[in-house]
């Protein structure tokens, strides 16, 4: 118990970049060792480091064949770092502590009350229970469902394939085990598959609070703020989404052209979803339209709500700060939304994640792009930044490409998008408190 204690002398937001290292290098490790990989080599250094990265980040970029390039054993590494990556060390360490009966102190309870981006410590051991009951009853209701779809097809094996998928689905990891980094190309027909992944990432994505208010409060009116925004937002994301990813692609034969219209509908709703943040794809993102691949961008920067297994700057966030645009232009200092005024800080906060979160992509990119060594055009170096950064996954095929450096801007670009700029950017910066007060100067802007 000391040891635990002893890791909450760091900073809250530097103890969960901590726990994050932790698996990180501990699946590393693991990922180098002979057992596993099919060729009894282990993988390199480089590519173990940014494929623990990858799943401990709930990413889905990866170097390696997760079929055909690790074993039984390996695979178990990344469902593991997967599932622990989705929740969270923090939040699975502290259910395990306090289960033994720890008693935590005040800087423990703000730890915990940072990870899980809460505004108060009451109620925090109930939520991070609800977490864990929450995610397990979703994962095997569906990890059933998939074993019993995939049983004609893999026999005994349809148990682990059911059980991956269904985590890397709702941890919204994009992982999988069809082969040949295919992802769901080849089983556009599987309506029954993809919408079980559809239904898990949009599960994993709505994050646990809202989940909670849908199974006790049950009608809109008694909804929180939160859960409201949260709905309306990914309502209209997955909505917009679709329909323009539909109309670009509709004339694409290289994409969704050549399919009946239903089938270009469904799958540019399911694109539309896991863009977001899961990674999952059922054509070849590098063969889409400039303008589709403009829009995967802007959902994957979105990403999915807060307090979920999610990234991205966060769908609450972009709502207000459309919201906030809307109020200036109507020339009110308040905002309201659903009856409710949403505070400054708030506002300002807001708009700190999307600036810090645009700075970081374009800087990672052009970084990316001169290592790169404008092999490949700049919007593809962008559209695999973004996936990294959102957690999302959805590659063109070029991360395998890359030298160490660019794995490596790459890898630390993903860690940065799981834990949170904000969070990233605090762990570094030492707040201080100043009573100072200095008189007032306008400067014009616009």
Do not use: H, Q
């Given at each position: 118990m000391d040891k635990f204690q002893k890791i909450f002398l760091l900073k809250p937001t530097q103890v969960i970049i901590a726990s994050f290292l932790f698996m990180i290098f501990l699946g590393m490790f693991l990922l180098m060792l002979p057992i596993s990989t099919t060729n009894n080599s282990g993988l390199s250094a480089i590519d173990a480091l940014f494929v623990s990265t990858s799943a401990s980040c709930v990413t889905g970029l990866t170097v390696v064949d997760c079929k055909n390039d690790l074993t039984f054993f390996g695979k178990v590494v990344m469902i593991f770092l997967i599932q622990v990556g989705g929740l969270g060390i923090m939040t699975l360490a502290t259910l395990v502590v306090h289960s033994m009966g720890h008693k935590f102190q005040l800087k423990q309870n703000l730890t915990l009350q940072e990870s899980l981006n809460q505004s108060s410590q009451v109620g925090i051991f109930n939520l991070i229970k609800k977490i864990v009951q929450y995610t397990f009853a979703i994962e095997i209701f569906f990890a059933i469902l998939l074993t019993i779809h995939f049983f004609p097809e893999f026999g005994f094996e349809a148990i682990g394939y059911g059980i991956f998928h269904s985590i890397s689905a709702f941890c919204n990891a994009g992982f999988d085990l069809f082969?040949?980094?295919?992802?769901?190309?080849?089983r556009t027909d599987d309506y029954f598959l993809m919408t079980c992944i559809a239904l898990l990432i949009i599960l994993g994505g709505i994050g646990f609070t809202v989940m909670n208010d849908f199974v006790h409060r049950r009608k809109w009116k008694k909804f929180s703020l939160h859960t409201k925004i949260v709905v309306v937002s990914n309502i209209l994301?997955?909505?917009?989404?679709?329909?323009?990813?539909?109309?670009?692609?509709?004339f694409n034969e290289d994409t969704l052209g050549k399919l009946p219209v239903f089938d270009q509908i469904f799958q540019s709703c399911f694109t539309s979803i896991s863009c977001r943040t899961a990674g999952f794809n059922t054509f070849d993102l590098s063969q889409a339209k400039q303008i589709s691949q403009l829009v995967m961008i802007i959902?994957?920067?979105?990403?999915?709500?807060?307090l979920s297994t999610g990234g991205g700057i966060k769908s609450t966030t972009f709502f207000v700060i459309l919201m906030s645009m809307w109020t200036v232009f109507r020339g009110r200092e308040e905002m309201i939304i659903f009856g409710r005024k949403i505070s400054k800080n708030l506002r300002d906060q807001a708009f700190a994640i999307f600036t810090m979160g645009t700075i970081w992509v374009v800087t990672a990119g052009i970084i990316l792009s001169v290592i790169d060594g404008e092999v490949h055009d700049l919007e593809e170096v962008i559209f695999e930044t973004v996936s990294g950064f959102a957690t999302v996954g959805m590659g063109i095929g070029i991360t395998s490409e890359w030298n160490i450096w660019g794995k490596l801007i790459l890898a630390l670009t993903m860690l940065v998008g799981r834990v949170g700029i904000m969070t990233f950017m605090l762990s570094l910066i030492t707040q201080k408190n100043t009573r100072i007060k200095y008189p007032e100067e306008k400067i014009m802007i616009g």
């Open positions: 082969g040949n980094y295919d992802s769901l190309c080849k994301l997955i909505l917009i989404g679709t329909i323009l990813i539909f109309s670009v692609e509709f959902l994957m920067f979105i990403g999915a709500s807060p």
